[in-house]
């Protein structure tokens, strides 16, 4: 007889006002196993996650452990049952090193310590998992993928026996999505439980045991991943397919410069010449690390420049953050509020309550944000609906200039594609700058395509073989 499943979700409901966010889903992550778990978002991936992890009170249904009901009212319930996470968004303490968020929060971690001593077993612990990073640099200084690294070192140094990922390789470089993977095999043959949420069907289809998939708050396919392929994967999270499916790119208007960047460097990144024209879409294509992000911020204004000019309009600057829980949106303030960040889209200079609503709801209508209305906090949307937020904010401004950085990561085809197409729409009137880790969305949204490496730029074609190829030159010659 086979032992019980490591955790059990038995028929868990979960209802937000008149909303079923779950709706008796089952679900068992057995030991030795990896589970993904799939879905669109809004689909309840986030609300089942948040019952195990004790952030969320399911309405019925039970939660087992080892094949024993247990109640979970907190995260520390979690950890002692031996639940663990590796978050998507990041909750590391920014203003300390790698090191100290690595050993700090450890049982047993001593009081008083040598910086010395504190960096040399951070720096073991990141070999142990194959990851170079200097331990005595602190996290705000890091990438989001350096960060996402230092996430994953802490849940495999943890132990848990039930590990959780939310979108691991959300933020890795290609070549090192295959690395991680093999490690979750590896840690799967040790005898854990891991729950894989993701939207990559290739990663799920190569390392998954065993496939759920949730569409409104229900399942809608559970099965062992060899009775598994891709298109019965595609049509079960989909349905028919996504009629807002991004728009085929157009021919560029030779418009006039709207951004213009000579000789520009900065932290991580530079000299850089680079020029983005009214009606055109430039996308930068490169892996975490490499300059890019350093770069937007430095052309928007959000950091000096050590060098160079930039040339950008005083006004109609529009940035679409792919940090949602970041910098693009304040979870914690209502819709409503989010969307009165720009003064831009009030129709006068008052913050009265009827005006923010009467703002609000017409632009969250236009972005097809699922919501319960201009109200509601922004931090309870899901990660698709929460990003239609900050572009409704920042593109219903009527834009000169658009900068977005990695503007779909983590979302899911659907969401992923009605991004796209908004991109797409604004650039036929302003100059849009991407700058994004996703090779297929480099190419999807691009008129030009521009290859980042160690912080210089490298022209290609805009096809995702002449973006490789660049991005392997530019690799081989540094």
Not at 88 to 104: D, I, M, Y
Not at 108 to 134: I, M, Q, S, V, Y
Not at 224 to 243: N, Q, S
């Amino acid at each position: 007889m086979s032992p019980p499943p490591a955790l059990e979700f038995h028929r868990i409901v979960k209802r937000f006002g008149g909303r079923a966010a779950l709706a008796e889903v089952d679900l068992a992550l057995r030991a030795g196993e990896i589970h993904a778990l799939l879905g669109e978002n809004g689909a309840g991936k986030t609300t089942l996650v948040r019952c195990a992890l004790g952030l969320t009170a399911p309405d019925a249904g039970r939660l087992l452990v080892d094949g024993r009901a247990v109640s979970i009212p907190d995260p520390a319930a979690a950890a002692a049952l031996g639940i663990g996470l590796v978050q998507q968004h990041f909750a590391l303490a920014e203003g300390l090193t790698v090191a100290e968020n690595l050993l700090l929060d450890r049982a047993g971690a001593p009081r008083f310590f040598a910086r010395r001593t504190l960096a040399a077993r951070a720096r073991e612990r990141l070999a142990r998992h194959g990851f170079e990073l200097d331990p005595e640099r602190r996290v705000a200084d890091l990438s989001v993928g350096e960060k996402q690294r230092v996430e994953i070192v802490k849940a495999l140094e943890a132990g848990a026996r039930v590990l959780i990922l939310d979108e691991p390789t959300a933020v890795l470089a290609p070549s090192e999505v295959g690395a991680l993977l093999e490690r979750l095999r590896a840690l799967a043959r040790s005898g854990r439980a891991v729950l894989l949420i993701s939207h990559k069907l290739d990663e799920v289809l190569t390392v998954a045991d065993r496939v759920t998939v949730l569409r409104a708050g229900r399942v809608v396919l559970a099965a062992p991943r060899a009775e598994i392929d891709a298109a019965r994967l595609t049509r079960a999270l989909f349905g028919d397919a996504p009629d807002d499916a991004p728009a085929a790119p157009h021919e560029a208007a030779a418009g006039p410069p709207v951004l213009t960047a000579t000789g520009l460097a900065g932290p991580g990144f530079g000299p850089v010449d680079l020029e983005v024209r009214k009606g055109e879409c430039v996308a930068l294509f490169g892996v975490d690390g490499h300059g890019q992000g350093e770069l937007l911020e430095t052309l928007i204004g959000l950091r000096p420049a050590r060098a160079g000019r930039v040339d950008r309009p005083a006004r109609g600057v529009a940035f679409v953050s792919g940090d949602r829980h970041g910098s693009g949106l304040a979870l914690d303030l209502p819709l409503a509020e989010n969307l009165a960040l720009r003064r831009e889209l009030l129709p006068a200079a008052t913050f009265g309550r009827a005006a923010l609503a009467a703002a609000a709801t017409p632009r969250l209508a236009e972005f097809a944000v699922q919501s319960d209305g201009p109200w509601q906090v922004a931090r309870r949307l899901s990660g698709g609906n929460q990003q239609k937020v900050v572009l409704a904010r920042e593109l219903s401004i009527g834009p000169a200039l658009v900068l977005a950085e990695n503007p779909t990561r983590g979302l899911d085809a659907r969401a992923t594609a009605f991004v796209h197409a908004r991109l797409r729409s604004v650039a036929r009137e302003a100059a849009v700058l991407v700058a994004t880790t996703d090779l297929d969305e480099a190419v999807v949204l691009a008129d030009r395509l521009l290859v980042v490496h160690r912080g210089r730029l490298h022209a290609t074609e805009r096809t995702r073989a002449a973006a490789a190829e660049a991005l392997a030159r530019a690799a081989a010659s540094s």
